[in-house]
């Protein structure tokens, strides 16, 4: 099977967490970490100590958005949308009327806005869900779920509360079972749910390369009233044909009943105008004719490349995420045998092709899947830019107005980057100059150091005051400045991974894919552009190892750790040098006054000084420093 949502990432919960612990903090009249404690009393990007969703999940949150459905039983109608990689799906309470980057209202699928993991931690049971993928509501405002890696359908009846339990599941004999059966009453990775105007449910049965229709009202382990796609309930496995299918994914149920699907790896969207056990299609999009097995064809007007979800308005006109083109295409009304389509939305032509190939923004989409139409609006969970961009409709452009799951158009980070949350913190200091002590935080992968003005007033999950290496508290690229890759400068960082604090309130930071170390005057007080750097001959805008000349007092590769001792000195670990360089009054000098680790030698760089083994004189790939109250290293 060939899809492009990563399967295995909802797995990779604990690789990467963006959680500090902080255990005894000194100053500012903050009173922690009594003796004889080990409990941390306090955390910094999570809410409280059970989270570790990187980024701080919250309600603001999208990691690869899929499934998209609009209720509009109520007004103003909601948004449901399947946040696929947090395990659970998220309503926004006005369609109509949201703004960019709205925090949802309400839950599926955990016990609050907070928590990712599958199955709420534990065992497959009735709250939980492992890797949502299709949303579809009903005239009754009941929400039906495709919980795929559970291999079911859920049905939570409304009114819908924060982290309900469902009410029936369809695909399994209970609530408590998820085996990929392929039978009348089973499922197997089921990917797209729809309903038609009677209330009869359609599951795109993705494992078993088939459409599974239950009739309204259907119970728990209730048995399929009919198949398509396959000649009988136990038969699976692809085919190409009018009456085959090879990994469905998104469905659609038009105002004639006809029932629409993105046959996803036979790289085409069939329709069926007569609902019948092993229904054979009569249209087909993407493809010359329904025996025909191009694979995933180039871009043209014609083609499409592993299709996955699809939506109608009520007009007619035909909207299709041709998912690997990074594109969605709309095919208006009446919709012939392989058509060419009339709009295209994320390229500016019919052969463009590429994720975010005009560049992050309103007008750019990554592996588009959800689809889902409100009146005068389109909505596109744009998974690969963990977010849901909407359309103003009728067209008078392709440009994007609005989005969740991001705070604008020009930021796509998974989870959101934020002031509160944090992915992999590297590093923290006390800047003790100042009562209330300050705090730096390195956040790695951010490429960021955050500031908090006191650590007498931090509580559970306090957002930072201040970024150091971003334009904002939205960005995260490595040499931000301020276009992501943009050449590094001062007031840029890339994996900052060690911070140190003068006695007089100087910041210095271990900029280490950059190779440098930033020293930033009192940024708190001045600004956050840095005012000197070592490791680069004073150079702001150089990031290459040793200059690209080799080893000297000048130059650093790849450094890992920075302290200061009493009297102002640097000292900074030059890990890939496999060096200690000190730096005599670094306020005023960047050039190195003393090596570690080779014999006083600048010019040497090997492990151990590239002797057979380590003694007192040598070092192999250094990294954390400190220095003691005696001024010793």
């Known amino acids: 099977m060939t899809t492009s949502r990563p399967r295995a990432a909802a797995r990779q919960v604990g690789t990467i967490i963006g959680i500090v612990a902080l255990l005894a903090l000194a100053g500012g009249g903050a009173a922690w970490g009594a003796a004889g404690d080990t409990t941390a009393d306090l955390v910094l990007g999570q809410i409280d100590f059970f989270k570790f969703g990187m980024n701080l999940v919250d309600a603001r949150s999208i990691n690869f958005s899929t499934g998209v459905a609009i209720d509009t039983r109520v007004v103003p109608h909601r948004v449901y949308v399947a946040d696929f990689s947090n395990n659970r799906v998220l309503r926004f309470p006005n369609a109509a009327a949201f703004v960019n980057g709205e925090p949802a209202d309400l839950v599926l699928g955990q016990a609050d806005l907070f928590s990712f993991l599958p199955n709420r931690g ?44 469902a009410a029936v599941v369809l695909g399994q004999p209970n609530l408590t079972s998820n085996a990929c059966v392929t039978s009348s009453t089973g499922l197997c990775q089921p990917i797209g749910v729809a309903l038609d105007a009677l209330g009869n449910i359609y599951v795109a049965d993705d494992a078993a390369s088939r459409i599974v229709m239950y009739t309204h009202g259907a119970l728990t382990g209730a048995a399929a009233a009919l198949i398509i ?57 993407g493809q010359p004719d329904f025996t025909t097995t191009s694979t995933c064809p180039p871009p043209t007007q014609q083609s499409l490349c592993r299709p996955q979800y699809v939506a109608l308005d009520s007009a007619g006109n035909l ?9 969605v295409t709309e095919y208006n009304t009446p919709v012939n045998n392989d058509p ?15 994720c975010n190939s005009l560049g992050l923004g309103a007008n750019s989409l990554c592996s588009p899947e959800g689809l889902a139409l409100d009146g005068g609006a389109l909505f596109v969970s ?9 359309y103003s409709l009728p067209l008078l452009d392709t440009t994007a107005d609005r989005v969740l799951g991001q705070h ?21 200091a006390i800047d003790r100059s100042v009562i209330p002590n300050r705090l730096y935080m390195a956040d790695s992968l951010d490429n960021r150091v955050l500031g908090y003005h006191s650590v007498a007033a931090l509580v559970n999950g306090a957002p930072a005051d201040l970024v150091i290496g971003q334009p904002d508290f939205f960005s995260y690229y490595c040499n931000q400045n301020p276009k992501p890759h943009a050449p590094v ?20 930071v271990a900029d280490t894919v950059n190779n440098r170390v930033l020293e930033y005057d009192i940024p708190f007080t001045t600004d956050t552009i840095a005012d000197r750097v070592y490791g680069q001959a004073g150079n702001f805008f150089s990031a290459e190892c040793n200059d690209s000349d080799g080893p000297n007092a000048d130059t650093l590769c790849e450094p890992q750790g920075v302290a200061i001792d009493p009297a102002g000195n640097l000292y900074i670990s030059d890990s890939n040098n496999n060096r200690v360089v000190e ?42 420093l400190a220095i003691d109250a005696a001024a010793d290293l």
Not at 340 to 354: K, P
Not at 592 to 604: A, D
């Open 122 to 165: 534990g065992a497959v049971n009735a709250s939980g869900l492992d890797a949502p993928s299709g949303v579809a509501v009903d005239s009754s405002g009941n929400v039906f779920v495709a919980d795929s890696f559970n291999t079911r359908v859920l049905e939570y009846r409304a009114p819908v509360a924060n982290g309900q339990a």
């Open 229 to 285: 796609g396959q000649p009988g309930p136990t038969s699976a496995g692809c085919g190409t044909s009018a009456t085959t299918l090879c990994v469905p994914f998104g469905l659609a149920v038009d105002t004639k009943g006809s029932l629409w699907v993105a046959d996803s790896d036979n790289d085409r969207v069939l329709r069926y105008s007569t609902i019948v056990n092993n229904a054979a299609a009569d249209l087909v999009i």
């Open 319 to 327: 909207f299709v995420s041709d998912n690997i083109h990074s594109r």
């Open 340 to 354: 060419a389509f009339n709009e295209v939305f994320g390229q500016t032509s019919a052969s463009a092709r590429g």
């Open 382 to 390: 744009d998974a690969n830019n963990a977010r849901v961009v909407s």
């Open 408 to 428: 604008d158009f020009i930021h796509a980070k998974a989870d959101m980057v934020k002031a509160t949350g944090m992915l992999e913190p590297a590093a923290v």
């Open 489 to 508: 400068d001062a007031d840029t960082l890339c994996n900052p991974s060690a911070i140190a604090v003068d006695p007089k309130g100087n910041l210095y």
């Open 583 to 624: 730096y005599n009054t670094p306020l005023t000098n960047s050039h190195g006054n003393l090596i570690f680790g080779q014999f006083g030698n600048f010019g040497i760089s090997l492990c151990n000084a590239g002797l057979s083994g380590p003694t007192a004189d040598t070092l192999c790939a250094p990294a954390g």
